[in-house]
């Protein structure tokens, strides 16, 4: 268990950056815009996909996976790196 709320906030920062690389990577693989992406994602607006792609918004692990699944890669390679 993380304690200190400065480490916290790091190990949140680099979730997010990998995140956000992986998805970006995967959709250009895939040919998509950040809107197509968002209309496939149930409830996902583009601003948000952006976010996500920016580094800038946390992701729940069931939009994880739906952003995953939309991208036609597995849970793993979302957070490859991890």
Known sequence: MIKDNATREVLRKY???????NARAA????????REVAQLV??????????VEAGTKDVSLVRAIEIADVLGISLADLVKGL
């Open 27 to 34: 959709r250009q693989r895939a040919g998509m815009t950040q």
């Open 15 to 21: 979730m997010r950056r990998v995140i956000a690389d």
């Open 42 to 51: 149930a409830g996902a607006h583009e601003s948000y996909i952006r976010g």
